[in-house]
Every structure is written in structure tokens, then in C-alpha cells.
């Protein structure tokens, strides 16, 4: 195999890089509109994926959480299912603490704003 120059071997590496990701254009599909309202390049991309999208809940009942543990928990030895339940409740805790703490926060910050 004859030895390459530099010069040729990147343009071997540019070129199947390129192939392998090729630069896409975003095209801007049909959309029909019943208002004025401009949409700009985000909620055209939102608008495309459509239904394909999962949205997080902003609830989750901790009563859910816990069925769903305790489900799970069935099959092991007594020792370990009580360690997997005081772990859940640790966490569950520890997430209730932090989303105090930020929903404390947001109301001070929402204060400040108001003046």
C-alpha cells in the first residue's frame, strides 16, 4: 500500500466525516395558522415532532410511588424490601425538601421583581 500525503489522508477523514454526519438544513413545513401570531424557529420544531413528545408530569403522587415499590418489592427477602422502602422514602424526602426549598425561592424572586 503506497504511503498517503497528510494533505490526501484528511481529505479522506473530511470526506467520510461528512458523510457519516451530514450538515441538514432545517426546511420550514406547512403550517396553517388561524392568527397573526409570528412563530419563530423553536415552536416550529416543537410543532414537529408532534405527538412523539412526552411532557413531565408536574405532580407525581407519592402514593403512586410507593404502590409501584411495594409491586416491586414482593418477591425479595423481608431484609432487603425494608431497605429498598427506607431508601424510597429517603429520596422521596429528600426531592419534597429540594422542591420546597426552590418553590421558597422562585416566590422570593417573583417578590423581588414585583418591587
Known amino acids: 500500500m503506497p504511503d498517503k500525503t497528510a494533505n490526501q489522508t484528511n481529505q479522506e ?58 409491586k416491586a418489592i414482593l418477591s425479595l427477602p423481608v431484609e432487603k424490601a425494608d431497605e429498598a422502602r427506607q431508601e424510597t422514602v429517603r429520596i422521596l424526602k429528600k426531592t419534597l425538601m429540594s422542591q420546597r426549598q426552590t418553590k421558597e425561592n422562585r416566590e422570593g424572586s417573583t417578590e423581588d421583581l414585583k418591587g
Request: hydrophobic share 35%; proline share 3%; charged share 30%.
Open 13 to 70: 477523514i473530511y470526506r467520510l466525516h461528512k458523510k457519516q454526519h451530514p450538515i441538514t438544513k432545517y426546511e420550514k413545513k406547512t403550517l396553517i395558522k388561524f392568527s397573526d401570531q409570528k412563530l419563530d424557529d423553536a415552536v416550529y420544531s416543537l410543532l414537529e415532532t408532534g405527538l412523539k413528545i412526552a411532557v413531565t408530569p408536574r405532580y407525581t403522587s407519592i402514593e403512586d410511588i410507593l404502590t409501584g415499590v411495594e
